[in-house]
């Protein structure tokens, strides 16, 4: 208060001071920090909360399922047999325990093994290309190709593949759907002609998209012998989820507020002109909405593709482990499904941030 009387008894030339001192105030320090410690509280607790529901839900189904095979020697084999079960299921025993949903610990456990197992393999990699080095410099000064590393890809690579099939569909999807949405968003014949073609194709499922782009990729790949596994999933991933995009670009180019474009045709601006300087500008809140959901939905499918195309990345990953059945193999399916969450809310952000940076319309997103 006495802030606020000082600044008027010294005039409107330090006026514009008033916002940064308000700012300054105990007050407003004390409630923004206030605000920050409750928000950061409730997370913490709901995470908490959330590890203690998960841990208590995996132990009632590991004591199920041990009870179970502990009955079933009892009444297949007798006392003594159920006995031996229950030693060898309290004793750790890889070869007895029961196979249900693991525990965090044992998520964290594997976890780690992987991280150890990426390192084990980069060093693998690198005496690999160190032993090799030489032969290669030769091979490639007569014109032929370099020996590479073959052995198994790291939990790290396999994610980094992903990763970059994502993107590469993502962009495949952006470059089709932005442009197609801006020519039918100008013009409502446009739009009717090709409603039917959206309405038709937008729900079609990610397992149909592979198996169609695997006919037309796999002709125009015949009698070449390189893995194409990366190119299917990744045009099945860009056309699957290219929809949203390309609906809200002709949504948000249809409904550019009328005056816009009169300004635009007493300027006498091109069509390029009116386009890249009016109309794109005054669609990105929508454009970048649909280019948001393409993201997202890119990364749903993109794991029940790469399964389908075996390509090495995240599905393959997950189903490769389902059908193992080893101790650790559900532990390890949770990890994935943990890294893909993150790495979706990651990419989302990503999208909310470069959308904030060219859009006039600021959104914190949900």
């Known amino acids: 208060m006495e802030q606020e009387i000082t600044l008027k008894k010294e005039g409107q030339g330090l006026a ?86 693991p525990s965090p610990a044992q998520v964290w456990r594997s976890l780690k093994s992987l991280i150890a197992d990426h390192k084990v393999i980069t060093a693998d990699k690198a005496a690999f290309a160190e032993k090799m080095a030489e032969t290669n410099s030769k091979l490639v000064a007569q014109g032929k190709a370099a020996i590479v590393y073959t052995g198994r890809a790291s939990f790290v690579d396999i994610v ?104 635009a045709k007493v300027l006498k601006l091109g069509t390029f002109q009116k386009v890249f300087k009016v109309i794109l500008p005054s669609s990105l809140p929508l454009i970048f909405t649909g280019l948001r959901i393409t993201l997202s939905v890119a990364w749903m499918v993109l794991i029940a593709i790469e399964l389908l195309a075996q390509s090495q990345g995240l599905g393959l990953f997950v189903w490769e482990e389902f059908q193992n059945g080893a101790n650790d193999s559900n532990a390890k399916i949770i990890v994935a499904m943990f890294i893909i969450g993150i790495i979706g809310f990651l990419l989302d952000r990503l999208m909310l941030t470069v959308q904030n940076m060219v859009s006039f319309n600021k959104n914190e997103g949900v």
Request: proline share 4%.
């Open 160 to 263: 980094l593949t992903s990763i970059k099939t994502v993107f590469a569909g993502f962009l495949l999807a952006l470059l089709i759907a932005v442009p197609i949405g801006i020519i039918i968003g100008l013009s409502p014949s446009l739009r009717s002609a090709f409603n039917w073609f959206i309405q038709v194709f937008k729900p079609v499922s990610p397992v149909v998209w592979y198996l169609l782009v695997f006919m037309i990729v796999k002709t125009l790949y015949i009698g070449d012998s390189s893995d194409n596994a990366f190119v299917i999933s990744f045009i099945s991933v860009g056309l699957c989820a290219m929809w949203a995009t390309l609906v809200n670009t002709a949504m948000g180019v249809s409904s550019v507020d009328k005056d816009y474009i009169n300004v």
């Open 16 to 101: 514009f001071l008033k916002p940064f001192i308000t700012k300054l105030t105990p007050k407003f320090q004390k409630e923004d920090m206030l605000h920050s410690l409750k928000k950061t509280g409730i997370t913490i607790v709901s995470i908490l909360l959330f590890l203690g529901l998960w841990h208590l839900g995996s132990e009632a189904l590991y004591n199920k399922e041990a009870d179970y095979k502990i009955e079933k020697a009892l009444s297949e084999q007798g006392q003594a047999a159920a006995e031996a079960e229950r030693a060898c299921i309290e004793s750790g025993d890889s070869s007895c325990q029961p196979n249900t949903l």
